[in-house]
Every structure is written in structure tokens, then in C-alpha cells.
């Protein structure tokens, strides 16, 4: 199984990028996809999550600027994110939890870069 992720880039303050991640492989089912970052220093930390039934959740510091979705016919999750603030520059890494006919694990994508200027 691999995840791919795609779609990080340069953005000014204000403005908005789309993630995308989609896995591939041998997948039985996906449960829980999300959205992570790690700023240099820092942690990752959870950005976003979004069930197999649509439930969603999200940082507090994202609520109401970034939206989770996902497309299970493509095994594709999104982040839309707009309003853009400095403090949003990180590496993203997309996560699902994967069955396969073996087992069922987490997955991480290669993770993309999201730098935004002030």
C-alpha cells in the first residue's frame, strides 16, 4: 500500500492550496484518513481527520479555514485550506488507517511542503 500526497507549494498570507493524497496498492477498505504537520522545531501534530463515514475533526487552529473531505470510490482524501496564515508553513503528511487481507495499519504518505509568506 502506498500513499501519495500531492499538491503543497508557495502561497502568499490570505491565500489557498488543495492537498490531495490517494492510496494505492492492495486495499481491502480505508477507515480513518487524515492530515498532518510538522513545522521545523515542532512536532507533528493532527491537522485533520476524517472517519469512513464522513465524521470530521480538526485543530482548533484550523476550524473553519481548512476542510477535510475524501472521495472513497478513489481512496482519495483532500484539504482544502484557505486563509492562509505564516504559521500554517509545515511539511504535510496524509495518514489512513489501511485493511488489507493481512492486516490493518497506519499508512503515511511522503508528506508535501506548504510554505505561506506574510
Known amino acids: 500500500v502506498q500513499l501519495q500526497a500531492y499538491g503543497g507549494g508557495l502561497v502568499q498570507a490570505g491565500g489557498s492550496l488543495r492537498l490531495s493524497c490517494a492510496a494505492s496498492?492492495?486495499?481491502?477498505?480505508?477507515?480513518?484518513m487524515g492530515w498532518y504537520r510538522q513545522a521545523p522545531g515542532k512536532q507533528r501534530e493532527l491537522v485533520a481527520a476524517?472517519?469512513?463515514?464522513?465524521?470530521?475533526n480538526y485543530a482548533d487552529s484550523v476550524k473553519g479555514r481548512f476542510t477535510i473531505s475524501r472521495d472513497n470510490a478513489k481512496n482519495t482524501v483532500y484539504l482544502q485550506m484557505n486563509s492562509l496564515k505564516p504559521e500554517d508553513t509545515a511539511v504535510y503528511y496524509c495518514?489512513?488507517?489501511?485493511?488489507?487481507?493481512?492486516?490493518?495499519?497506519?499508512?503515511w504518505g511522503q508528506g508535501t511542503l506548504v510554505t505561506v509568506s506574510s
Open positions: 496498492g492492495s486495499i481491502f477498505s480505508i477507515n480513518a
Open positions: 476524517i472517519s469512513s463515514g464522513g465524521t470530521t
Open positions: 495518514n489512513a488507517e489501511v485493511s488489507t487481507f493481512w492486516d490493518t495499519r497506519d499508512y
